[in-house]
């Protein structure tokens, strides 16, 4: 079963946001932002700006008709600056014009005078200073005080990671006009409609039922788009309320890069002690989240970097503390993984650190300490259907270890400027928002009197197949063909209060929702179909667009069957509501059961590097995933690849820089390198653990669009390897990415 878009979309017709046809009388709009990056604004003139023909309005947050605010989380960001700016890029003002064009020279004619302040991009710096976006979190489990003296072996190190520029392939965009009864219409290229719905609700000064948000699909949002869209939609929105007409705005790539917040660079410092068979006994860990000017999500990826801090191990001392650090950059925003990435990063680089420094090979002590059937999470949950280490011994037979271990000896022996490296990538990945309240979603689907199907969900299609998976879960159902199954534009008018698709969780919640209204639909066709057929209910099946009556076909069809029922006036519509069962969290123990169910798995990444260029390879990904009993194993493995290659260009090339005065100098495509064809490994083999599957994922269906980005981080561990074997006199360190200019520095290293 392939993408029920793959068609659409190779051929072009598939509808994005810059393909609406726009409306006519239709005014285009640009953000102006800040050009530095902290500072008060002494002096604001758009006169002249405004005075250029073709410039309809400039929007100040003087022109807000409701709250000058899009906070989610916490309210401490405005959607137009007023007397401070906070980062480089920060929406100051709003240009609507007859055309882009117009409204960029208008930009230049704007008069604007600062009064510089302090820049603080260093989160550790941010922290001494007391800038904190919330107060710290620590997760604990066991006793760390008392822990140390009964570890033989302790280790200690700091561990960096850098931020990461979303690069989805269609910008932040949304296209507003005014429609019937004072109300207005929003094309958002959003995660998450309901936020956008409610931002511009609180920005317009109306209520959410003015507001309606309507979304195709997205060209990708990776996460950069569950909050980030909000700010953009709004200000579409309110020009086009204030203008009662419509507006258009799509950001420029280097408008993008610039103002939108990325991955949030995290640094930290660890303590991890071991027994001498190699057991983990404790490990502490200090982690400073690099916030940004505003909370954003921060909050709540802070939370997942605390769940995921001990990756796919049992320590049963375990103390992680996180603080979320304010600092001059564009506000930090989900991203693939939501903080997991980079607390995984320290406990994977905690081990790598201990096993050089005892001389054993890494995946000795990864091996001796996976989670195992009822152990106990530092947040209280018990591991249940563990099968990390059935991942990794699938692994290592199944690919042979031990083979590729003996070539890479033979090959490094063989070769003086090539070195092969290789590492071990386990995850464990939890499944549902950390914020239990978010685990709900809503299906309204509409059997039409000729057979074929409407589905609306709040799930947004943004590549990764969800749209897909939800016409098969109805087509299962009914036992019809999926070419009868339409997947509708998520819109809030159709189906309300909806979860950002994100935390992987889209497809569960939506899915689910799906399933409970068209077993409801299937129950009252049942009943229909018993009726004309003159039998009982449980007599009756359907089955491949036919209606079975004790086993046997009857004259009694799909289509034939939904217009006897229609006729009969049986309601063929229905809404189903799915709330994910079991999961609770308690925050003031910082203890519960937050996950429906772990996703695990191990990767194999071998690596080939160029000891005199500093350039290296990724000859392989091998991995073993646990999908439980994928729904599209098609779908699935496409997520794996894309995942496991955003997660090499995290890790190896992409490199956000800032210059001291919070300027971000990795701006455009030609300064912020990420994977393409050539740097993507030349192979990724993904097997399948055989596994029923968990009863809270959908059909039993793991989720899967964010655990495989973490098998990237073993291509960290893979260059590092092969630096040790060219370089004896590396010393090991932590501070992703490991770009090329990197690893040749490490590469001759001299001892000190
Ligand atoms: N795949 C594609 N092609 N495009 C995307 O933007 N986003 C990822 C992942 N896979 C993304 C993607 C992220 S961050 C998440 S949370 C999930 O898809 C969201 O979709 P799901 O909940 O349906 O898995
Ligand atoms: N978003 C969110 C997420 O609001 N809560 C989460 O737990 C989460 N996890 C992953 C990605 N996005
Ligand atoms: Mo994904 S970071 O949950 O949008």
Request: net charge neutral; aromatic share 8%; proline share 4%.
């Amino acid at each position: 079963m392939n993408n029920i878009d793959s068609i659409n979309h190779v051929t072009g017709k598939s509808v994005y946001l810059d393909d609406i046809l726009i409306q006519k009388g239709t005014l285009h709009a640009v953000v102006f932002g800040s050009s530095i990056a902290h500072g008060k604004i002494t002096h604001l003139d758009i006169s002249k700006a405004e005075e250029l023909l073709g410039v309809e309005k400039i929007l100040t947050y003087k022109d807000v008709t409701g709250q000058n605010q899009i906070g989610g989380i916490i309210e401490d960001e405005p959607l137009f600056a007023e007397h401070e700016v906070h980062f480089q890029g920060q929406p100051i003002a709003l240009i609507v014009a007859k055309d882009e064009h117009t409204a960029r020279k208008a930009i230049t004619l704007i008069d604007i005078k600062f009064e510089e302040f302090e820049v603080v991009i260093d989160p550790r710096i941010a922290k001494e200073k007391g800038l904190l976006l919330i107060p710290p979190r620590t997760f604990r489990i066991g006793d760390i005080k008392n822990a140390w003296s009964k570890c033989d072996y302790i280790s200690e190190g700091r561990v960096d990671s850098g931020g990461q520029e979303h690069l989805y392939i269609e910008t932040q965009g949304a296209y507003a006009y005014p429609i019937d009864n004072g109300s207005i219409k929003i094309h958002s290229s959003t995660q998450g409609p309901t936020a956008v719905q409610k931002t511009a609700s609180k920005v317009l000064g109306i209520p959410m039922n003015r507001i309606e948000v309507d979304v195709a699909r997205l060209g990708g949002g990776f996460g950069g788009k569950e909050d980030q869209a909000s700010g953009f939609a709004a200000m579409a929105a309110l020009a086009s309320y204030i203008l009662q007409r419509p507006v258009k705005l799509s950001l420029h790539r280097l408008d993008d890069m610039k103002m939108t917040g990325k991955r949030h660079p995290y640094s930290s410092d660890y303590k991890i002690g071991l027994s001498k068979d190699l057991k983990i006994i404790a490990f502490q860990t200090t982690l400073y989240q690099n916030g940004g000017a505003a909370a954003d999500l921060s909050p709540a990826i802070m939370e997942r970097t605390l769940f995921h801090s001990t990756n796919a191990y049992y320590i049963p001392n375990t103390e992680v503390t996180t603080y979320s650090c304010k600092t001059n950059l564009p506000p930090n925003t989900a991203f693939r993984g939501f903080g997991a990435p980079q607390g995984m990063f320290v406990i994977e680089s905690a081990i790598a650190r201990a096993a050089n420094e005892l001389g054993i090979p890494t995946r000795t002590i990864q091996e001796k300490n996976f989670l195992t059937e009822n152990d106990e999470f530092q947040y209280g949950q018990i591991a249940k259907s563990v099968n990390i280490g059935n991942c990794f011994s699938t692994a290592s037979r199944l690919f042979n270890i031990e083979k590729i271990d003996n070539d890479i000896k033979k090959f490094n022996q063989e070769n003086s400027l090539l070195k092969k490296g290789m590492a071990i990538m386990p995850i464990c990945f939890g499944i549902s928002f950390t914020n239990t309240s978010m685990n709900q979603a809503r299906a309204l689907v509409h059997i039409y009197q000729d057979g074929s199907i409407g589905i609306s969900t709040g799930a947004i299609e943004m590549g990764q197949g969800v749209n897909t998976k939800m016409a098969q879960v109805a087509a299962k159902v009914f036992s019809i063909n999926i070419k009868r199954i339409k997947l509708e534009s998520t819109n809030t008018s159709r189906v309300a209060n909806t979860s950002p698709t994100a935390a992987s969780s889209g497809a569960d919640l939506n899915g689910n929702a799906v399933l409970i209204a068209c077993n409801e639909l299937l129950k009252r066709l049942k009943e229909s179909a018993a009726k004309i057929l003159e039998c009982s209910i449980d007599e009756i099946k359907l089955q491949d667009e036919q209606v079975l009556k004790n086993g046997q076909v009857t004259e009694l069809s799909w289509e034939k069957l939904i217009i006897k029922s229609y006729l009969s006036r049986i309601c063929l519509s229905e809404n189903g509501h799915y709330a994910t069962p079991i999961i609770h969290f308690d925050k003031s123990k910082e203890k519960g059961h937050p996950f429906a169910y772990h996703v695990y798995g191990t990767a194999i990444v071998t690596i080939t590097l160029d000891c005199l260029r500093g350039t290296y390879e990724v000859d392989n990904v091998q991995i073993v995933h646990d999908f439980g009993n994928s729904i599209n194993p098609t779908i699935d493995k496409g997520q794996i690849e894309g995942a496991v290659v955003q997660g090499i260009g995290w890790m190896t090339m992409e490199e956000i820089s800032f210059n001291k005065d919070g300027r971000l100098l990795s701006n455009s495509l030609s300064t912020y390198k990420v994977p393409d064809i050539y740097s993507a490994p030349k192979a990724i083999e993904c097997h399948a653990l055989e596994t029923v599957g968990p009863e809270l994922a959908i059909l039993k269906s793991k989720a899967v669009g964010e655990p495989p980005f973490m098998y990237g981080i073993g291509a960290f561990f893979a260059i590092q390897n092969a630096i040790e074997t060219f370089n004896p006199n590396y010393k090991l360190d932590f501070d992703a990415p490991l770009t090329p200019e990197k690893v040749l520095m490490r590469l001759y290293e001299k001892n000190v």
